[in-house]
């Protein structure tokens, strides 16, 4: 007895929006590629779009990943900026972007998968078998 909507960012390249995360406001976020070779991070929210990459990757083979937003707006992801050669995983919080560190991540490996609503507490893989998955708080 539900509504099911589709999500496509304006301008995308058709299939090219993925969603990744949702908190319990209905803040969507994820990431689409618009034909460029450029994967952008994406938020919607009540039928607004918006664009959030992180800085300079505008370049060729460069990408940005939004996968979870929590209550407040911390938002979670990967980049990956091609002159600096290795992804890395962020934090995005009142408009500044910080970069996550894991003990025994694999930079080309890791994943942030997801962020509790509430608490901001940050679940994740490292891409090493010996450690393979992590939950953190940053703070």
Do not use: M
């Not at 319990?24 to 689409?32: H, K, Q, S, T």
């Not at 979870?68 to 500044?96: D, H, Q």
Request: charged share 15%; hydrophobic share 35%.
């Amino acid at each position: 007895n539900g509504t099911t909507h589709t999500l496509e960012f304006p301008g995308a390249a058709e299939g090219h929006s993925d969603v990744l995360g949702i908190n319990d406001n209905g803040f969507v976020v994820g990431a689409y590629n618009n034909s460029d070779y450029v994967w952008h991070g994406l938020i919607f929210h009540k039928g607004t779009w918006a664009t959030l990459d992180y800085p300079n990757t505008s370049d060729d083979g460069s990408y940005t990943f939004l996968t979870g937003i929590s209550n407040a707006g911390k938002i979670i992801g990967k980049a990956f900026v091609r002159s600096s050669r290795t992804p890395f995983l962020f934090l995005y919080e009142n408009g500044t972007f910080k970069v996550i560190s894991i003990p025994h991540a694999d930079p080309s490996l890791a994943e942030l998968r997801s962020i509790s609503p509430k608490l901001g507490l940050i679940l994740g893989v490292t891409g090493d078998p010996a450690n393979p998955a992590f939950i953190a708080q940053c703070q």
